[in-house]
């Protein structure tokens, strides 16, 4: 592990009202959305009265990584090439795993998800964990076996609850205990949880427990369980004292981040070696957000806490980041200005570059994209959009392996990201339509992408 760039889940029933939760039942479940993936407010090691229990009871060294996934590969964050090939590679690959459940809701049978969803359930928390530069994390199976009786819980009654009462269709202790120290998600299972725990969404959410427990540096034990509609990821476990510690952790990440990830302008900055025992390190901060091309971003503070994971955070939301499919590489300067935290300077300013993971840049300065096909009557559209710098790029378009003919992307703005789009006659069969780009000053390209088309 290397320096990076240096620079449904629920709350506190017992004092929702206070913490600002969201509504609550008098049986301390949450209200949700039926068809929605839901998340509450996220676990705090002081919500869980099985916390003091849990620290006695776990007798596995620190240090010990048996029993957690190798990462599928290193993430450079410098590295364009890197952050897309993990995109594409890891994150793209586990997303769609499904839970794979072989429980039964209407017996309370808990079951387990199968050894595909689960591994793909800790290879997604190892790949964000490893996107902000933190040691992997391992799933112990003893938590996972009573995470997944919480996932049973939430499930069988269609709501969220950190303390889900006795009364309950499904309870079981086990299952209550592993409520109180768990992410909960209803609507998701799996690696798609693990997902929506790091967007952290929601108005009840602003501090984003969520992900701050799945990319702590000093919780690298955990469990999991899913039923296939339900998550339960046991993030409060003994922290560990010999985890490698960032100087920052960013989401969105410093450096080049895919932004097909971008969680919907809720950004957040952790100083893992900050807390709120001593002076808040953010109390008098604000947060400019701007890109290098020059628009400037309306930015509101929403919150500074310590409390979930390791050290002080400080989120902001981010207003009209306008990130199209097929967008040229877009950089964002965030500053910080009013920090007050030993090893920091009062103004501190890092970098985030969005990219579109399904574009490539070539040595020559060109971009490309394809964005889609269709069919209309006898006439099909290919399209997509291309970047160069310095020309204009040109786009071979090709069918069935048939060159046939090239295009020059319209491009009033070297920075500007445009269109081009080739049509043509077909008659009944099946095609496949590749685009390559090209800068007519250099030699090279690279086919982007096919399409095929069935008529």
Same mark, same amino acid.
């Given at each position: 592990?290397?320096?990076? #760039?240096?620079?449904? #889940? ?51 060294? $620190? ?13 450079? *964050?410098?590295?364009?090439?890197? !952050? ?10 586990? #997303? !769609? ?30 790949? +964000? ?9 391992? +799933? ?40 109180? *120290?768990? *992410? /909960? ?75 097909? /990830?971008?969680? $919907?302008?809720?950004?957040? /900055? ?30 509101? #503070? ?79 559209? +290919? ?15 090709? $069918? *069935? ?5 090239? /295009?020059?992307?319209? $491009? ?24 390559? +780009? ?18």
């Amino acid at each position: 592990m290397r320096l990076r #760039i240096a620079p449904l #889940i629920i709350g506190v029933v017992a004092l929702a009202g206070l913490l600002g939760g969201a509504p609550v039942g008098a049986d301390g479940s949450e209200a949700t959305n039926a068809g929605k993936p839901q998340i509450g407010e996220p676990p705090t090691s002081q919500t869980s009265p099985f916390q003091s229990a849990l620290l006695d009871a776990v007798a596995t060294p $620190r240090v010990d990584r048996a029993g957690a996934l190798a990462p599928h590969m290193e993430i450079d *964050n410098a590295s364009r090439n890197s !952050v897309r090939n993990a995109y594409n590679q890891w994150f793209l690959k586990d #997303i !769609v795993v499904p839970a794979g459940w072989n429980g039964n809701r209407s017996t309370c049978t808990p079951g387990m998800p199968s050894t595909a969803g689960q591994n793909a359930t800790l290879s997604m928390v190892n790949y +964000f964990r490893e996107m902000v530069g933190v040691e992997p994390a391992r +799933f112990d199976a003893g938590l996972s076996v009573k995470a997944q009786k919480a996932a049973l819980i939430m499930d069988a009654n269609s709501s969220l609850s950190h303390y889900p009462p006795s009364n309950w269709a499904c309870w079981s202790e086990e299952g209550a205990e592993a409520a109180g *120290n768990s *992410n /909960l998600a209803l609507g998701a299972a799996g690696a798609d949880a693990v997902s929506l725990y790091m967007e952290d969404p929601g108005w009840n959410n602003t501090s984003v427990g969520h992900r701050r427990w799945v990319t702590s540096p000093d919780r690298t034990l955990m469990g999991a369980g899913s039923t296939n509609d339900a998550n339960a990821l046991w993030v409060l476990s003994e922290p560990d004292e010999a985890a490698y510690v960032p100087t920052i952790i960013a989401w969105p990440t410093a450096g080049y981040f895919p932004s097909p /990830l971008e969680p $919907r302008g809720r950004w957040s /900055l952790t100083i893992p070696g900050a807390d709120f025992f001593g002076p808040d390190p953010f109390a008098n901060v604000s947060v400019s957000v701007r890109e290098t091309t020059g628009t400037a971003h309306d930015v509101t #503070i929403v919150d500074s806490s310590s409390g979930y994971g390791m050290g002080a955070t400080i989120v902001f939301e981010v207003k009209n980041i306008k990130l199209a499919k097929g967008h040229a590489d877009t950089t964002f300067r965030v500053t910080l200005t009013g920090l007050d935290s030993p090893g920091f300077p009062s103004t501190y300013t890092y970098y985030v570059t969005m990219i579109d993971p399904a574009t490539t840049p070539l040595a020559n300065g060109v971009y490309g994209a394809v964005e889609g096909i269709s069919l209309s009557g006898n006439k099909v559209k +290919f399209y997509g959009k291309a970047k160069g710098v310095g020309t204009q790029p040109t786009v071979v378009i090709s $069918r *069935n392996g048939k060159t046939l003919g090239t /295009l020059v992307a319209t $491009r009033p703005r070297l920075d500007d990201m445009k269109g081009w789009q080739y049509e043509a006659s077909i008659s009944a069969g099946t095609y496949k339509y590749c685009a390559h +780009f090209a800068n007519p000053s250099a030699p090279g390209g690279w086919t982007v992408d096919c399409r095929t088309v069935v008529k």
